[in-house]
């Protein structure tokens, strides 16, 4: 696992069930909030959840990225709108619908296949939420 690497222990109870808009974002880092665990960086799958979340953090009087850093997975141009800004991991959405579509005519033509697995790059876009 990736975490073992950076010497970060695991514990379930730090990772939050996924959120994708921005009142789960929010209800989700109100609940990590109570427990009172010490932290000091955010991961979300969409921008409108890290912002929820981001939300909630600042009306417990954390500051971003001083206190907090952000960071999230896709990097719309929501990302760039919003004060400090936040700091993405980029896919290659186009790749991405390539490859989908390739293996989809694939399996049309060919009928059943075996699974392929493919890993495309993202670049991590670093601004000023951390």
Known sequence: MRWKKFHIEY????VLSPALSAEEGSWV????????????????FTE?????????????????????????????ALATLVHPQLTVVE????????ESCRLLLEHIADGYRRIEEIALR??????EST
Do not use: H, W, Y
């Not at 514990?11 to 730090?14: E, G, L, R």
């Open 91 to 98: 896919q290659p959405i186009e790749k991405m619908a390539q």
């Open 122 to 127: 993202g670049e991590t876009v670093i601004r």
């Open 11 to 14: 514990q379930a109870q730090d």
């Open 48 to 76: 409108t959840a890290v912002l929820g979340a981001k939300s909630a953090i600042q009306k417990r009087g954390l500051r971003i990225p001083e206190d907090v850093a952000l960071c999230c997975m896709s990097g719309t």
């Open 29 to 44: 880092m109100e609940r990590f909030l109570e427990k009172n665990v010490p932290f000091d960086a955010v991961f979300g």
